[in-house]
């Protein structure tokens, strides 16, 4: 894996017509003990800001859109892509009813500390960061999950993420709006498992935060705090003219799919 700084990437991205595409949990905001508290650092905020303005972009996030948009608080992006867009609009009514349906068994969770369950509708997110005992809290995870039916249970950063096991992933979202652009090249940067579908799709350049020797990503961030310095070199690698969302027959920005 080698840093994105040193490979050329940037520069070609920035020649070429190129989607730029970013998860937002430990991507484009660090990671936090409570989900509700993420926030960008103010100069991400506007360095995301000026590159969208250069760049067909898009967020990608297993959070709720309407989560996302808050958390973006103006910052106006080409697409945002929550976790109920994730999925064909036909499958949306029955995940739901899947994933509601695996809450109640998950009762034995609310009794050991630290470990919060966040309820995203078509998925659940079951945090541990705040066990004193993370591998306890994991085991303990890992063992209720087992007992659902059609799960697919995908580690992250102290989080373990219950999905349908049919359930459509980051990649197939990414794959649909790169090619509804119709973009040459295009760049994703993400943090976790979560991330990998898009990173494996063939003509997508990966950057992942973190090295990680069992990542499909070929370039990577040293941690979540380069992510600025990502931003200001495709920024400034760019090409001055601003591109406006009315010249692509959409506007900004726009839940996927509509």
């Excluded at 080409?78 to 995940?95: S, T």
Aim: aromatic residues 6%.
């Amino acid at each position: 894996m080698q840093s994105v700084f040193n490979s050329g990437l940037l520069e070609r991205i920035a020649a070429a017509d190129s989607l730029i595409a970013f998860d937002f949990d430990g991507t484009l905001a660090p990671i936090v003990a409570d989900p509700a508290q993420a926030a960008m650092r103010g100069t991400t905020r506007r360095l995301l800001a000026e590159a969208a303005r250069l760049y067909p972009c898009a967020v990608v996030s297993g959070r709720a859109e309407e989560d996302v948009l808050r958390l973006l608080d103006g910052v106006t992006v080409w697409y945002v892509i929550g976790n109920r867009a994730l999925q064909p609009l036909d499958a949306i009514e029955r995940f739901t009813a899947q994933v509601g349906a695996w809450r109640p068994m998950l009762g034995v969770l609310d009794r050991l500390s630290g470990i919060t369950i966040e309820d995203k509708g078509v998925s659940l997110a079951i945090h541990y960061r705040n066990a004193l005992d993370h591998d306890r809290a994991r085991a303990a995870i890992v063992a209720a999950a087992r007992r659902l039916e059609r799960a697919r249970a995908i580690e992250g950063k102290e989080v373990v993420n219950l999905i349908p096991e049919d359930a459509a992933d980051k990649g197939a979202a990414l794959d649909r709006v790169r090619k509804q652009l119709g973009c040459a090249q295009t760049l994703y940067a993400g943090d976790d498992r979560t991330d990998e579908a898009a990173f494996a799709l063939d003509g997508v350049a990966g950057v992942r935060v973190g090295e990680s020797d069992a990542s499909a990503a070929r370039h990577c961030l040293r941690d979540q705090s380069e992510i600025d310095d990502l931003l200001d070199r495709l920024v400034a690698l760019r090409p001055r003219r601003v591109l406006r969302p009315e010249e692509m027959w959409r506007t900004a920005p726009r839940r996927y799919p509509e």
